[in-house]
């Protein structure tokens, strides 16, 4: 067991854990953020992403260890207060989503998406998006709520 100080979501935090243990656990076991979703734990479908210092990773395979100092940004965190993110927005408003399932993952790998490439095509969207998973088939309205959502952060219609 070991100290490990991060941010998380703008706070500063420590826990003290094995430091080989995945933070997919430390989220939602141990600090209660159980908008990350533990879908294949083989880094496959994406539904345990997480940015770690503004980098999509999945918590699922992701050692305390590579946590140390770095801040960690859950589904949760996107929002300010009661204001939804722009991405989030855009899903709801988009339904891009169906048994919500993936949807944490989704959302997490749009905004990363964006923050890297702010004005994406959708081949771009589509490709940036191909590593999460969605069994009910949203995947059309997910990267439409993508589209809308850079539009609205580049200050554009809807």
């Known amino acids: 067991m070991k100290p490990i100080a991060f941010t998380l979501n703008g706070v500063a935090r ?8 995945d933070l997919l656990w430390v989220l939602r076991d141990d600090l209660g953020y159980t908008g990350t979703k533990f879908g294949c734990g083989a ?5 345990c992403t997480v940015l770690l210092d503004g980098r999509e990773v999945r ?3 992701t050692p305390m260890s590579r946590v140390a100092g770095k801040k960690v940004v859950t589904v949760e ?3 300010q207060g ?5 991405v989030q927005e855009a899903f709801v408003e988009h339904v891009g989503f169906q048994c919500g399932f993936c949807t944490s993952g989704m959302v997490i ?6 923050d890297a490439n702010p004005k994406p095509t959708r081949a771009q969207i589509i490709q940036g ?3 999460h998973l969605c069994r009910c088939g949203a995947h ?5 709520a993508v589209e809308s959502a850079a539009r609205k952060m580049a200050g554009g219609a809807k």
Not at 43 to 47: E, H, L, P, R, V
């Open 14 to 21: 420590t826990v003290t854990v094995d430091e080989n243990r």
């Open 43 to 47: 880094s496959f479908c994406g539904a």
């Open 59 to 61: 918590s699922c395979v």
């Open 77 to 79: 965190g996107l929002a």
């Open 82 to 86: 009661d204001k939804l993110s722009p």
């Open 109 to 114: 790998g749009a905004t990363a998406l964006l």
């Open 129 to 131: 998006l191909e590593r």
């Open 140 to 144: 059309l309205r997910v990267v439409d």
